[in-house]
């Protein structure tokens, strides 16, 4: 959580606790009915339209950014599954996107609103040409990769869990392509055990890879996030460090 950001329970963040009870409607699925009341009795909902965030997601970049120091004045930033927008919204501001110090490239399956300082486009990452698309909006390299993506949930847990982790690992494959030396990668995940291979393949490349789980992470909710950081570069990256140490 951002320095001065209250967490939601905290005197004074949610005003009076949030008590609304949801009749099951006709046509209305109880499935429906209990996301709806979880939705109009989250705290960090109702704080997402106090501080016009676009979901209840920002906080949890927020607090990882609080805790890690992700992003800078003046980095370039992947955002993966931007939709609705949050994400983007924390990072351009962060790195001063919309003064031009920084820039956000976001992509997405489904449409967003414009914001300040935010390059956005409306395609398929996982499509054959997707990847190459968005290293063309890029044009260059970036200073980290988030990705927020998720499946649409089959209700199977373990099923859910391995198509979450492949859009892990598809991202962070990515990441590697495009990172310059130093930089961070930052993916949702769900527990589930194979998301320590992810951990292992990552480390591969990364000095520190880890998982977190924010507090606005539902504490009910197998969801986690990997954060590794201190990318190592590639064998293209070394050879200009090392024709440079030996001019010196």
């Not at 955002?79 to 919309?98: C, E, K, T």
Request: aromatic share 6%; net charge positive.
């Amino acid at each position: 959580m951002a320095a001065g950001t209250k967490k939601p329970g905290a005197k004074g963040f949610s005003g009076r606790p949030l008590k609304v009870r949801v009749k099951t409607a006709r046509k209305r699925a109880p499935a429906s009915t209990l996301w709806l009341e979880r939705q109009l009795n989250d705290p960090y909902v109702a704080q997402a339209k106090r501080d016009q965030y676009r979901s209840r997601a920002a906080y949890k970049l927020l607090e990882i950014d609080a805790r890690y120091r992700l992003l800078k004045a003046g980095q370039t930033i992947v955002d993966l599954g931007a939709a609705p927008g949050s994400w983007s919204q924390i990072a351009a501001g962060r790195v001063g996107a919309a003064q031009g110090r920084g820039r956000i490239i976001a992509v997405d399956l489904r449409p967003i609103d414009p914001i300040a300082g935010v390059h956005f486009a409306c395609l398929d990452f996982l499509a054959e040409d997707g990847p190459e698309r968005l290293k063309t909006m890029l044009d260059g390299r970036a200073d980290g990769v988030l990705s927020d993506m998720a499946a649409n949930a089959t209700g199977h847990r373990k099923t859910d869990h391995l198509r979450i982790v492949a859009l892990a690992e598809f991202a962070g494959t990515f990441a590697r392509q495009v990172l310059k030396p130093g930089g961070f990668f930052l993916a949702k995940v769900l527990q589930g055990g194979t998301e320590h291979a992810l951990l292992t393949d990552l480390k591969r490349d990364f000095a520190s890879v880890r998982h977190v789980k924010p507090a606005a992470s539902r504490t009910e909710s197998a969801e986690l996030y990997v954060l590794a950081t201190g990318y190592r570069g590639t064998a293209a990256d070394a050879k200009p460090r090392a024709a440079e140490a030996a001019d010196e």
